[in-house]
Nanobody, 124 residues
């Protein structure tokens, strides 16, 4: 079983930057798809970005393309989300998630391991 713990959330001004981290207890196998999701109050959870642990292929939601970058350090079992040019609409609880299998098969679906989340608040 994979345990995930997020950190790095907080408050930022619009146009600012922030980096989120997610420490994973272990990667049981290769071919793990890791990702970031977010949920704003009153809205459904949405996928933000995912990365394939094997070939580092990445997939992004249209709303964050060009502003957010997902990356991972397998030696540290850590996932990152670098967020730049932040907007007030980026305000949400951000969750780290994982599933076994390649990301290209439905990038934002069927994640079964989740962290507890870290709050990101962007003010205008």
């Amino acid at each position: 079983q994979v345990q995930l713990v997020e950190s790095g959330g907080g408050s930022a001004q619009a146009g600012g930057s922030m980096r989120l981290s997610c420490a994973a207890s272990r990667y049981a196998y290769t071919s793990v798809c890791m990702g970031w999701f977010r949920q704003a109050p009153g809205k459904e959870r949405e996928g933000v970005a995912v990365i394939d642990s094997d070939d580092f292929s990445t997939y992004y939601a249209d709303s964050v393309k060009g502003r957010f970058t997902i990356s991972q350090d397998n030696a540290k079992n850590t996932l990152y989300l670098q967020m730049s040019s932040l907007k007030p609409e980026d305000t949400a609880m951000y969750y780290c998630a994982a599933r076994y299998g390649f990301c290209y098969t439905a990038p934002f679906r069927s994640f079964n391991y989740w962290g507890r989340g870290t709050q990101v608040t962007v003010s205008s």
